[in-house]
């Protein structure tokens, strides 16, 4: 049976119970596209495992000094280079930067393109071996976030989080569409593993 509540002010206050996942991201763009072993805790910690693109770079971000740590050659462990969030080499091919990369900061989006627009469950489907809810989020008439207008969101029906989203912009073409596999919660991580020591 479909939740018919609202599907995201659920997926919203489970996450807030969460302190720390992982997942495999796979986004594809029109830009392009990336695979990524990624890792947060929060307030805010990151580190992403390239897979597709660079495989073998490792990224970690610092919330605290607002620092991203890049080591863009996984043979070549002594090079490390020190970036600021915001840095191109380190955005992502949708234009997402690593400070507001997380789930966290999809929700925000989300919510505010649901402020004076719709909301609608549209179907039950399965998504890499789970049961999912999708969900269609659209912005007020002309209006949307960042040049997002609407989004489909397949949330977990046990967990509450999106295996899959897929963002539009205002004339309905495709903006970005990414799919997250293997994902844990509450995943314990050893105690320098978003810091360079932890490469």
């Given at each position: 049976m479909l939740n018919?509540?609202?599907?995201?002010?659920?997926?919203?206050?489970?996450?807030?119970?969460?302190e720390t996942y992982s997942v495999t991201l796979d986004s594809r763009s029109e830009a392009g596209g990336e695979k990524i072993r990624y890792y947060f805790k929060k307030p805010g910690y990151v580190r992403m495992e390239f897979i597709e693109p660079h495989n073998g770079a490792v990224l970690v971000y610092d919330p605290v000094n607002k620092?991203?740590?890049?080591?863009?050659f996984g043979f070549l462990k002594s090079l490390v280079m020190r970036l600021s969030p915001r840095n191109w080499?380190?955005?992502?091919?949708?234009?997402?930067?690593?400070?507001?990369?997380?789930?966290?900061?999809?929700?925000?989006r989300v919510v505010a393109l649901q402020k004076g627009g719709k909301t609608a469950v549209l179907r039950e489907e399965e998504?890499?071996?789970?049961?999912t809810t999708v969900v269609s989020?659209?912005?007020?008439?002309?209006?949307?976030?960042?040049?997002?207008?609407?989004?489909?969101?397949?949330?977990?029906?046990?967990?509450?989080?999106p295996l899959k989203v897929i963002a539009y912009d205002l004339s309905?073409?495709?903006l970005e569409?990414?799919?997250?596999?293997?994902?844990?919660?509450?995943?314990?991580?050893?105690e320098d593993f978003f810091r360079l020591n932890g490469f």
């Open positions: 018919q509540s609202d599907p995201v002010a659920v997926a919203v206050e489970s996450y807030a119970r969460v620092e991203v740590l890049l080591r863009p080499l380190v955005k992502s091919s949708g234009g997402h930067t690593v400070d507001e990369s997380d789930l966290g900061a999809l929700f925000k998504v890499g071996g789970r049961m989020v659209e912005g007020a008439d002309n209006t949307g976030t960042d040049g997002l207008h609407r989004y489909l969101l397949w949330l977990d029906m046990k967990s509450n989080l309905g073409r495709k569409e990414v799919t997250m596999a293997d994902l844990e919660v509450d995943v314990r991580f050893p």
